[in-house]
């Protein structure tokens, strides 16, 4: 169980078109879904927290204008990179908390390879 | 805020050794500890977690990890390495609050050589 679907796996884009990533909860409900960003030889870093329902809330440095979330439904969170750039070409990677209370891990997505042009 | 710290960045081992991977964290709060694991062209998969208790805690594949709150350590460790060992070891904090951020640790990458 808890399993964290996420497309697609690799994008190629060119510079100034906009990228959309979907991360969906399988077989569970996911109140909260965590955006992060990894760059090579780097550890995650979090992006964003994504509410259901509500708007997300970014970290700092990150461009909320940029990197835009929604989170319409309790099984799918989307994060759309607006107007790429080479600099943003990188790993995104979803997660999400089961919902089974505090004590609860995180659940990841295969990630996403963008790569900007 | 809260922050991971692995110290080795790299760790080459041949089978049958054991092995060790240091973590520390920074935070006020109360923390639930974790370890992830990242198998090369794999997604990051959860090794083992702790949230109370017994801060001795065990996961999958022979891995255990002890939570020393006087030394803010969570350290990984298992007693014979296998080839099939190989990846990328992350460890990750997370604030039990409302907020349930998690912040990992830079990641440490093993080798085990045959």
């Known amino acids: 169980g808890a399993v964290v679907s996420q497309h697609p796996s690799w994008v190629i884009c060119k510079s100034g078109t906009s990228v959309k990533i979907e991360c969906r909860s399988l077989d569970f409900q996911a109140t909260t879904m965590f955006w992060y960003r990894q760059f090579p030889k780097q550890s995650l870093m979090l992006m964003a927290t994504s509410n259901e329902g509500s708007k997300a809330t970014y970290e700092q440095g990150v461009e909320k204008d940029k990197f835009l979330i929604n989170h319409a439904s309790l099984t799918l969170s989307t994060l759309t990179v607006t107007s790429a750039h080479p600099e943003d070409s990188s790993f995104y990677i979803c997660?999400?908390?089961?919902?089974?209370?505090?004590?609860?891990?995180?659940?990841f997505g295969n990630g996403t390879r963008l790569t900007v042009t | 805020a809260q922050s991971v710290s692995q110290h080795n960045h790299h760790v080459i081992l041949s089978e049958a050794a054991s092995l060790e991977l240091g973590c520390n964290y920074s935070y006020g709060g109360t923390v639930n500890l974790f370890w992830y694991v990242q198998y090369p062209g794999q997604h990051l998969q959860l090794l083992l977690k702790?949230?109370?208790?017994?801060?001795l805690v065990k996961g999958i594949k022979g891995f255990e990890a002890e939570f020393i709150k006087s030394k803010f350590s969570f350290n990984l460790r298992k007693p014979s390495v296998q080839w099939s060992d190989t990846a990328e070891y992350f460890c990750?904090?997370?604030?039990?609050?409302?907020?349930?951020?998690?912040?990992f640790g830079t990641g440490t990458k093993l080798q085990v050589i045959p």
């Open positions: 997660s999400a908390l089961t919902g089974g209370g505090r004590n609860s891990p995180l659940h």
């Open positions: 990750a904090v997370k604030d039990s609050g409302g907020y349930q951020k998690v912040t």
């Open positions: 702790y949230f109370s208790g017994d801060p």
